[in-house]
């Protein structure tokens, strides 16, 4: 006998993983006799039910993350920022004497600088893409 759910309550569906169609049964197996052994932790189940199998509405793309990697990319420009404003001085004489100082003695300065300069336009593009998701879902671009 098949029960009915509660009025009121939605059934949450299993939605097909076409991702799985064209791989080897091989590979399958061992990504499945991989994740079950780590499955017996209780913290390691808990963070794969809320990461990995959670339901997820039909209409959510790819598009949709360029979201969270554009506030990555602002809270890379945020703390690279910080960092290079402590050892810039914005003065006439001072500011090319300042960036040689970051570049040559200041640990890892060549890469926060190039990661603050490159990271800005990332974080453009990013915002930009997420800005195109509803246009492109509803067909306006």
């Known amino acids: 006998m098949r029960r009915h759910a509660e009025p009121g309550l939605i059934e949450s569906r299993v939605l097909p993983r076409p991702w799985k169609q064209g791989v080897p049964t091989w590979l399958i197996r061992g990504i499945v006799g991989f994740r079950l052994a780590h499955l017996k932790q209780p913290a390691l189940s808990a963070g794969h039910r809320h990461l990995l199998d959670y339901p997820t509405p039909s209409l959510l793309t790819f598009l949709w993350g360029f979201g969270s990697l554009g506030g990555m990319g602002l809270l890379v420009q945020i703390v690279t920022g910080i960092i290079l404003a402590m050892h ?31 990271g800005a336009s990332l974080f453009f593009i990013a915002v930009f893409l997420h800005l195109l998701v509803q246009p492109v879902r509803c067909g306006v671009l």
């Open 88 to 118: 810039y001085t914005p003065h006439v004489v001072c500011a090319g004497v300042s960036i040689e100082h970051i570049l040559r003695e200041v640990y890892g300065g060549w890469m926060i600088r190039h990661a603050h300069a490159n």
